[in-house]
Structure formats: structure tokens, C-alpha cells
T-cell receptor
Framework: KQEVTQIPAALSVPEGENLVLNCSFT??????LQWFRQDPGKGLTSLLL?????REQTSGRLNASLDKSSGRSTLYIAASQPGDSATYLC????????????FGKGTTLSVSS | GAVVSQHPSRVICKSGTSVKIECRSL??????MFWYRQFPKQSLMLMAT?????????EQGVEKDKFLINHASLTLSTLTVTSAHPEDSSFYIC?????????????FGPGTRLTVL
């Protein structure tokens, strides 16, 4: 059974810092991995999607890497801003395309100005 | 971009009543929709996969007679929590992916906060 773990559970940093969020999964047979952002009481916003054949994806100040063989992914946020404060969720799709996502519990980030 | 809506966004009901949550894909047709549940400080857990025109597939531990899913059209899926109890209080989120899409990105609705008194 696939399990997704995110470390740390919570993180507080001052504005401007670079930071790394970690995600690990127990079954390396994934189709892809996706990072989401969730604001309090709201739905999810997709940030980055990495296919199993890819090593990393970048969007603006965000960079996500994937090491499928070791079951790990990291989300790197450069020059953090107060607006980045949210919960970041990592999710993997099972081996077949079109199937549902399996989520970690998330890392709650707080960026102070 | 793709938009998925949910209604209502928040509902408070008495124990024993039934609550219907709607999930609509506004910009595309969706053969498959997924229903997730999120308890406080927990991850999103898949409850069921809703397929247009056929019966939903439920995850282990999810009672299909309690959580009724109807996916009658390519743009609408409904989740009905029957005889709700306080332990059903949670955040319910639907997601989907455009039918025939070449992208694997899933789009999520804004969620429905259910509180059962």
C-alpha cells in the first residue's frame, strides 16, 4: 500500500529565505507526482507535476525534484514571501494513468515579514 | 484555466439528516471524478471514484450506502451523505481531469465544509 510522508509538518521562516519541503513515498512504482498548495479552508491549487520519467520541474520561484528510485521528492521555494504561507501537499498517482492521487499530510509553511 | 465548482461551500446540519454536495466541471467534460475527504490536520483521503453512467468505485472502509454518489452527466457528480453523524464532519473535495486530456493535472474544487451537530 502506497504511503506518502511529508517532513516537516510545519515550518516557519522569515521572508527572503530559501527553503526545502520534503516528500517521500513507499512504492516507487508511480505514474507521476504532483505538488499542491492549499490555503486555509480552501481547495487545492496545482503547483508542479513531475512525470515518473522526469527529474525536476520549475515554475517561477518553485523547483520540484523527483528521485523515483529512492522514493523522494523535494519542493524548493526560493526567496520566500508572506504570500507563500499555506499548506503544501505532495501527492503521487498510482501506476496507471487516470487514477486517483495519494496524498501526504502536508507541510504548513508560515513566512513572516 | 479549468474550473471545478462545488456547492455548497459550507453546510451545518443536524445529526440524522442527509446532505447533498455537488461537484461541477465548468470548462470541460469529465468522465471520471474523484471524491476526497480531509479531516483536520490529516491528508486528503480518497473516498470513491465516480464514473459517468456507471456505479462509483468505493475505497476500502467507505460505506457506499452512506455516501451515495451519482454521476449522471459529464459535468456533474453528487455526493450525498445520508443520515449524517458528527463523525462525518469533514472537508469534502472533488477533483477531476478533462476527458481525453493529454495532461495529467487534476483540478480540484474549492471543497465543502460539513459540520454535523
Amino acid at each position: 500500500k502506497q504511503e506518502v510522508t511529508q517532513i516537516p509538518a510545519a515550518l516557519s521562516v522569515p521572508e527572503g529565505e530559501n527553503l526545502v519541503l520534503n516528500c517521500s513515498f513507499t512504492d516507487s512504482a508511480i505514474y507521476n507526482l504532483q505538488w499542491f498548495r492549499q490555503d486555509p479552508g480552501k481547495g487545492l491549487t496545482s503547483l508542479l507535476l513531475i512525470q515518473s520519467s522526469q527529474r525536476e520541474q520549475t515554475s517561477g520561484r518553485l523547483n520540484a525534484s523527483l528521485d523515483k528510485s529512492s522514493g523522494r521528492s523535494t519542493l524548493y521555494i526560493a526567496a520566500s514571501q508572506p504570500g507563500d504561507s499555506a499548506t503544501y501537499l505532495c501527492a503521487v498517482r498510482r501506476s496507471q494513468a487516470g487514477t486517483a492521487l495519494i496524498f501526504g499530510k502536508g507541510t504548513t509553511l508560515s513566512v513572516s515579514s | 484555466g479549468a474550473v471545478v465548482s462545488q456547492h455548497p461551500s459550507r453546510v451545518i446540519c443536524k445529526s440524522g439528516t442527509s446532505v447533498k454536495i455537488e461537484c461541477r466541471s465548468l470548462d470541460f467534460q469529465a468522465t471520471t471524478m474523484f471524491w476526497y475527504r480531509q479531516f483536520p490536520k490529516q491528508s486528503l483521503m480518497l473516498m470513491a471514484t465516480s464514473n459517468e453512467g456507471s456505479k462509483a468505485t468505493y475505497e476500502q472502509g467507505v460505506e457506499k450506502d452512506k455516501f451515495l454518489i451519482n454521476h449522471a452527466s459529464l459535468t456533474l457528480s453528487t455526493l450525498t451523505v445520508t443520515s449524517a453523524h458528527p463523525e462525518d464532519s469533514s472537508f469534502y473535495i472533488c477533483s477531476t481531469r478533462p476527458s481525453g486530456s493529454f495532461t495529467d493535472t487534476q483540478y480540484f474544487g474549492p471543497g465543502t465544509r460539513l459540520t454535523v451537530l
